[in-house]
């Protein structure tokens, strides 16, 4: 099997996050064990049935047999074509089997192809762990960290009140917000969403938000941090965009659209590690995001 990245490999730069904050090369498939830490992995845009995401759910396993993910987070497309219930067994229950029986939740919000058909249902699948909402809070680590899985392709006044209000009250160490559209992306077809943008981040600076993940450009990407946060783009979990990361753009730290991939993070006190894994298992982009 090759794992030599080819064509676009990662930049595995040095960037500044936030005060003081550095992102650095760092290894998370074999690592010792924190007192206190949640390990978990990131997929978007991946529920298609096909190859690219066998392969994908198949390098998730061997991350969570190397060291156990405590639960994944779908940033999206969760099911393709839509999200008719037909396809739950097909698209996400036979690839992900071996993880499932392992007991390992997934966490999910809404993308795009989501709401077509079965949005409603996906938020009543017990394996999605929606709470039967579009959008939901989700707290790990007794105060380490939460997440908010907002439902970006309806961002009503209802779901910014409730998303300001559950972060003004968050006492988390890390916040985390989860969402389809990426509000910054250097992917060629779909890019910034800037309407996103100036609803979620005056309240994403104002509270305190350390890490955004988002999926929908069928790419990876780690940006530059913007206003002090970390963006990440997984859109690529089963249905790989080759060639649609602009290169010119000045919101790269780290890209790749190669092949499909997932990312494992795995969160402690006063650091976050990252490592983006290609279908392939080969390691295109890892580092540390800090406090």
């Known amino acids: 099997m090759n ?4 064509r676009r490999q990662a930049l595995l730069s040095l960037a500044t996050i936030g005060a003081g904050a550095l992102v650095r090369p760092h290894s998370l498939l074999a690592g010792t064990p924190a007192k206190q830490k949640l390990r978990f992995a990131l997929i978007g845009d991946w529920g298609t049935g096909n190859q690219d995401e066998t392969r994908v759910a198949e390098q998730m396993f061997s991350a969570h047999k190397a060291k ?10 969760n099911i393709y074509p839509n ?3 037909r396809h739950f067994k097909r698209n996400f229950e036979e690839p992900f089997n071996s993880i499932l029986a392992d007991r390992v939740n997934f966490y999910a919000v809404l993308g795009n192809h989501d709401v ?14 929606m709470q039967g909402s579009r959008y939901y809070g989700l707290k790990k680590g007794d105060g380490l960290a939460e997440f908010f899985m907002l439902d970006s392709n309806a961002f009503d006044n209802s779901q910014a009140e409730w998303l300001e209000n559950t972060l003004r ?10 969402f389809h559209h990426p509000i910054y992306s250097s992917g060629k077809t779909h890019g910034s969403a800037m309407g996103l943008r100036k609803k ?6 104002r509270y305190g938000v350390n890490i955004g993940l988002s999926g929908h450009d069928h790419i990876y990407e780690r940006t530059k941090p913007q206003q ?5 783009v997984s859109g690529a979990g089963g249905k790989s965009r080759r060639g649609d990361v602009n290169l010119k753009s000045e919101l ?4 790749y659209d190669d092949q499909s991939h997932f990312v494992v993070l795995e969160i402690e006190d006063k650091q976050v590690s990252f490592q983006a894994v290609s279908e392939t298992g080969a390691t295109v982009d890892t580092g540390l995001v800090t406090l």
């Open 68 to 77: 156990a993910f405590d639960f994944v987070i779908s940033a999206g497309d």
């Open 83 to 85: 999200g008719s219930p």
């Open 200 to 205: 979620l981040e005056p309240m994403f600076t």
């Open 3 to 6: 794992n030599r990245i080819t």
């Open 169 to 178: 009250a968050s006492q988390a160490r890390w916040k985390i917000a989860v």
């Open 116 to 129: 077509e058909s079965g949005g409603n249902e996906q938020c009543q699948y017990p394996l999605f762990n």
């Open 252 to 255: 790269r730290s780290a890209s």
């Open 228 to 232: 002090g946060i970390q963006y990440f």
